[in-house]
């Protein structure tokens, strides 16, 4: 027993966010081209150390909550890399759960690049709930949901519940902003 629950019910997996793949970086455009191209670069070789770590440690999933990518005009670019990523992943029997923030959010997806089968997206901003199975045994109820448009003003916090008692483990995905916090734009705020 480990913390109450017996081992052969554990999972793991790695959280993201806020990987801001393809960032322009537009302040730093002054610097010299090689030291730009790098920083550049930077946000995909975050995601390529992500997948390293997730394979290294044989991870049972992946949890990307919000701003994956830079802005709301996804580039081809970015979205073939994940494609990559998420493929090199599924080899090696790993799922991703996504939601999309107020940088990447739905609505401005104009590039419609269709990801591997172990990538569970959720697809609005109703607050959904993936199930997460293994060897045929219900391990773990994963909820989250998307922007679609650039705000999101309500608490939806308030909107996650348990579905099933039974399930060990219930994991809420949420890309906001403490309520409150004047240092940032408040979005999907929550306390």
């Known amino acids: 027993m480990y913390g109450g629950v017996e081992m052969e019910r554990e999972i793991t997996f790695i959280h993201a966010a806020d990987l801001h793949l393809d960032s322009p970086f537009k302040g ?3 610097l010299p081209q090689h030291i730009f191209h790098e920083i550049k670069e930077s946000t995909f070789q975050a995601l390529d150390n992500l ?6 440690h044989q991870v049972d999933f992946v949890l990307i909550v919000g701003d994956l990518l830079d802005h709301d005009k996804q580039s081809l670019k970015a979205q073939i890399r994940l494609r990559q990523a998420f ?16 940088h990447d959010y739905v609505s401005g997806n104009v590039h419609q690049v269709t990801y591997p089968a172990n990538v569970h997206i959720f697809p609005d901003e109703i607050v959904r709930t993936f ?19 650039r705000a ?13 008692e039974n399930v060990p483990y219930h994991i809420a995905m949420l890309h906001g902003s403490v309520q409150g916090n004047e240092e940032h734009q ?6």
Request: proline content about 3%.
């Open 87 to 102: 493929e090199q992943l599924k080899s090696h029997g790993i799922d991703v759960y996504m939601s999309y923030g107020n």
């Open 28 to 30: 730093l455009v002054d």
């Open 51 to 56: 997948v390293q770590a997730a394979i290294q």
């Open 131 to 149: 199930v997460y199975k293994k060897d045929g045994r219900t391990l773990a109820e994963i909820s989250g949901f998307s922007y679609e448009q």
């Open 186 to 191: 408040p979005y999907a705020p929550f306390l």
């Open 152 to 164: 999101v003003m309500e608490n939806k916090a308030r909107e996650y519940v348990i579905e099933n």
